[in-house]
């Protein structure tokens, strides 16, 4: 049986709060949304393509928990989170030594291919790949699931350049 997933990236996120805290490395990913993601959301939630869900299966981190949080409360369909739907990491070894732009920059000019050469420590391509097919296998007994994640994790189920807006949806089935 094909499990049709609804793939959402989270609202549009503010940071201001972390970078005054000085927050770091994953301390980053504890932003939230701001009202304008609120709003994207909100709006989101309402879309037909949701209908006859079962399931949200969310991002650990704060804006995609938010935003799958928000269209939860708004369709009543069950949330839950799934700690592999997380960010793109640009540091594997998280010793957050590295400038993570300067590592997303080598990411994409490798298209997320990983070699000898690479001065930056980024998870690859195929790697996040794994990871998120892994981690929605579990969810196959559904017939249809809502995913609020990212969009480096979404484009791994379309396509490397898919460039995926705040609140931005895209369909699969696996």
């Avoid at 949080?69 to 009543?76: D, E, F, K, V």
């Avoid at 690479?118 to 391509?125: A, D, P, T």
């Avoid at 480096?152 to 379309?158: A, P, R």
Wanted: hydrophobic share 35%.
């Amino acid at each position: 049986m094909e499990t049709q997933f609804i793939l959402v990236r989270h609202g549009e996120p503010r940071y201001d709060e972390v970078i005054e805290r000085g927050y770091f490395g994953m301390g980053y990913d504890l932003g939230k949304l701001t009202e304008n993601g609120v709003a994207q959301a909100e709006r989101r939630a309402k879309d037909p393509l949701f209908e006859g869900a079962e399931i949200i299966v969310s991002s650990p981190y704060t804006r995609a928990l938010q935003t799958a949080a928000i269209i939860s409360r708004i369709t009543q369909i069950p949330l839950t989170v799934e700690n592999d739907l997380h960010e793109w990491m640009p540091d594997t070894k998280f010793l957050f030594d590295q400038d993570a732009n300067k590592s997303f920059d080598e990411y994409l000019d490798a298209k997320g291919i990983r070699n000898l050469s690479h001065k930056y420590r980024w998870e690859s391509y195929d790697d996040i790949k794994k990871r998120v097919q892994l981690a929605l296998i579990k969810y196959k007994k559904y017939t249809k699931v809502i995913v609020v994640c990212h969009g480096i994790v979404m484009s791994t189920l379309t396509r490397f350049d898919d460039v995926i807006e705040h609140c931005g949806v895209r369909e699969v089935r696996l």
